[in-house]
């Protein structure tokens, strides 16, 4: 579970981004609450359209993060990113502790963290490819995520108890001074940047184009993306729900960063079982989007405070789950060429619902009660396993077989020539069907995409630069145009994407 921190510099991050991470829990928990109910008087949708202000840079900016995640060394990008981060946490704290702050000052810094946080987010989550080799990847993806909830764990409750002893202005100030631990691992970090790649240089307009081009050609990123949109939209607007539903239940800031912290416990409890997974798969995003759904149709009913908090280690786990699951799904089968730019689209996608969702949310609790926020969540989970499913059964070409009873197996086109025989079934799902349909010749071990059993076995990542599009190979009739991959100055090998 905890293989990765066997790397040395993996080590030191992981240390100095789960104290800053602490502090970031404590200033969201805080900057949401002082909206709601120092600013405004139980205003949910201004707590909607900060969210949306925090988060829509994400989308706006996502072509020059991913390019500049990519072509820069991304230790040089996070001491940068991360030190403006710090000095806009101290601002506003400033502004908190001597009473000068208004709601618009909260807009502004809401903006401000946001455009930061494009460039600074998509260059974190490819630094870890930095870090640890390709073996141990998705399991530092996993503990990533373990990081950043044990700090949601503890930040919210810390944040509830010092906005009532010494007041919310502080607890920016202790987040600006928590920002000195990643700085110091980052410097402490024995950095080895990729080698730039060698041979001509493309333009600034194709390398951006890149990304969305091999998306594009990605169906299984494509439905990965879609679900995380809903999601990302819809069901995790926490801010907006829970700081209305411990308004609806009559509760304080205590219990409004108790309710984050008991979400915190299964989001932690989901990131670690993420990290003793072999292997992100996409199984696991579908079933995880199914759970969020339901959990938040059954949070919706609750009818005590107590009860609501319960639900919420469910949820957590959930949620926790599909991240997790979903990052690793992206990095580990991503080109390591374009894996900055394809991230890019991933964490612009996922926080750019923000900006689509959090002020609809928030205006429903407004209008309709702080449930009308989970009885959207709900929804949007289901409508996202929905497609989910559909896409297993009509490009995975799921099979289901009863065995004796009520004992199903599980099959799918993982190899041609296979039929439905559950017993001859030793493909994994973790690779898109189209790149596990090989033809006799195979690209060799030692690419991104992860496979189950020895490395040899592996199928590799096919390079975009490579591909051509023809008809299929000599000799035999296709209705549908493929990919073949060739290596200059030998005989091309066909290899299907």
């Not at 709601?36 to 829509?56: I, K, W």
């Not at 503990?143 to 503890?154: D, E, G, K």
């Not at 091999?214 to 299984?220: E, G, K, N, Q, S």
């Not at 374009?338 to 002020?359: N, W």
Request: hydrophobic share 50%.
């Amino acid at each position: 579970m905890f293989r990765s921190l066997s790397v040395r510099n993996y080590r030191i991050w992981f240390v100095g981004a789960l104290v800053s991470n602490i502090g970031a829990w404590m200033q969201a928990t805080t900057q949401n609450w002082v909206v709601l109910t120092e600013l405004t008087d139980n205003n949910a949708a201004a707590v909607g359209a900060t969210m949306a202000l925090q988060f829509g840079p994400q989308l706006l900016l996502v072509p020059f993060s991913g390019a500049v995640a990519d072509r820069f060394d991304r230790r040089k990008v996070l001491l940068v990113t991360q030190s403006l981060l710090m000095l806009l946490a101290a601002g506003l704290g400033l502004l908190l502790i001597t009473g000068h702050a208004q709601l618009w000052h909260l807009y502004g810094f809401a903006l401000a963290l946001g455009i930061v946080n494009a460039f600074d987010t998509t260059s974190r989550q490819a630094f870890v490819s930095d870090l640890v080799g390709s073996a141990q990847l998705s399991n530092a993806v996993a503990l990533n995520s373990a990081s950043f909830n044990s700090a949601r764990l503890v930040g919210p409750a810390v944040a509830g108890v010092l906005i009532a002893a010494v007041g919310s202005g502080w607890v920016f100030l202790i987040n600006a001074a928590s920002f000195v631990a990643v700085l110091g691992a980052l410097l402490l970090i024995d950095s080895r940047p990729p080698k730039p790649a060698t041979g001509p240089r493309e333009s600034q307009l194709r390398q951006l184009s890149a990304g969305f081009r091999y998306v594009r050609a990605r169906h299984d990123l494509l439905v990965i993306f879609v679900m995380v949109f809903l999601v990302g939209a819809f069901s995790m607007n926490f801010p907006v729900i829970s700081s209305t539903m411990a308004v609806e239940f009559g509760r304080g800031a205590g219990d409004y960063g108790l309710l984050s912290s008991i979400l915190a416990i299964g989001s932690l409890s989901g990131a670690l079982l993420a990290a003793r997974r072999p292997a992100a798969r996409m199984r696991v995003v579908i079933l995880a989007v199914g759970g969020i759904g339901i959990v938040s149709l059954i949070a919706a009913l609750m009818p005590t405070f107590w009860t609501f908090a319960a639900t919420l280690v469910f949820f957590g786990l959930a949620i926790s789950t599909m991240l997790t699951t979903a990052n690793g799904f992206v990095q580990t089968t991503a080109d390591p060429a374009v894996r900055g730019r394809v991230l890019a689209l991933y964490m612009a996608i996922l926080m750019g619902g923000t900006p689509v969702g959090a002020p609809l949310v928030g205006a429903a609790a407004d209008a309709l009660g702080p449930r009308s926020t989970l009885f959207i969540s709900a929804a949007a989970g289901l409508a996202a396993f929905g497609i989910g499913v559909t896409w297993l059964f009509t490009e995975r070409r799921l099979r289901f077989h009863r065995d004796h009873g009520l004992h199903l197996r599980v099959t799918h086109a993982g190899r041609p020539g296979l039929d439905d025989d559950p017993g001859r079934q030793v493909e994994t799902l973790t690779a898109p069907i189209t790149i596990l349909r090989r033809s006799a010749t195979a690209v060799g071990a030692g690419e991104s995409v992860p496979q189950e059993g020895s490395a040899a076995a592996a199928t590799g990542a096919v390079p975009i630069a490579d591909l051509e599009t023809v008809d299929g190979p000599a000799g035999e009739p296709d209705e549908k145009p493929k990919r073949r991959f060739r290596d200059d100055g030998e005989d091309p090998a066909v290899q299907q994407r």
